[in-house]
């Protein structure tokens, strides 16, 4: 039996494959700041992260009709955004984290909140691609594991090792 999810995701979709508007309006602003969140944790850049999020839904509407009901369009969106990350990450080579993105993103004032942040984010970029991104995933966007496998085109034991593996250099960062 399907859950309501999937339904609901079913008939967005199809939906959507009808050339229907106000669905595509809905999954945008279903989606669209959550994907700039994961985005921004990858590339560190606010413009850039609206940047890519727009390049996803611009290609997402163009490609609508190719569009399969049959699977989850929220691990779609992030699977898509994750191959334009990177792809955008092969393009570019900077990784400095300007001040101003911080607050930006958080809209944190407190200095020790922001630093804290910072140290965050400096233990995230000392881990390797694939394991930040998993990381990501499950911790910042809240995907279970299946959902992550399903994203990363991994098996659900690969997520299990990755995260331990992240887990075990975090904990290396901050002792």
């Given at each position: 039996?399907?859950?309501?999810?999937?339904?609901?995701d079913e008939r967005l979709v199809n939906a959507i494959r009808q050339d229907?508007?106000?669905?595509?309006?809905?999954?945008?602003?279903?989606?669209?700041?959550?994907?700039?969140?994961?985005?921004?944790?990858?590339?560190?850049?606010m413009e850039t992260s609206?940047?890519?999020?727009?390049?996803?839904?611009?290609?997402?509407w163009l490609k609508r009709h190719t569009l399969d009901p049959n699977k989850s369009i929220k691990a779609y969106l992030y699977?898509?955004?994750?191959?334009?990350?990177?792809?955008?990450?092969n393009l570019s080579s900077s990784k400095a984290i300007p001040f101003e993105e911080i607050e930006e993103i958080k809209g944190h004032t407190d200095r020790n909140e922001?630093?804290?942040?910072?140290?965050?984010?400096?233990?995230?970029?000392?881990?390797?691609?694939?394991?930040?991104?998993?990381?990501?995933?499950?911790?910042?966007e809240?995907?279970?594991?299946?959902?992550i496998a399903e994203i990363c085109s991994i098996?659900?034991?690969?997520?299990?090792?990755?995260?331990s593996r992240a887990f075990m250099l975090m904990r290396k960062f901050f002792s």
């Open positions: 039996m399907q859950n309501s999810d999937s339904q609901t229907d508007t106000e669905a595509f309006k809905g999954l945008f602003k279903t989606y669209y700041a959550p994907l700039i969140r994961f985005c921004w944790y990858r590339v560190h850049c609206r940047d890519l999020v727009q390049d996803l839904f611009t290609r997402i699977k898509a955004l994750n191959n334009l990350i990177i792809n955008y990450i922001i630093e804290s942040m910072i140290d965050i984010q400096k233990a995230l970029d000392q881990l390797p691609p694939k394991l930040k991104t998993v990381f990501m995933l499950s911790r910042y809240g995907f279970d594991y299946s959902e098996s659900k034991k690969a997520v299990e090792k990755r995260m």
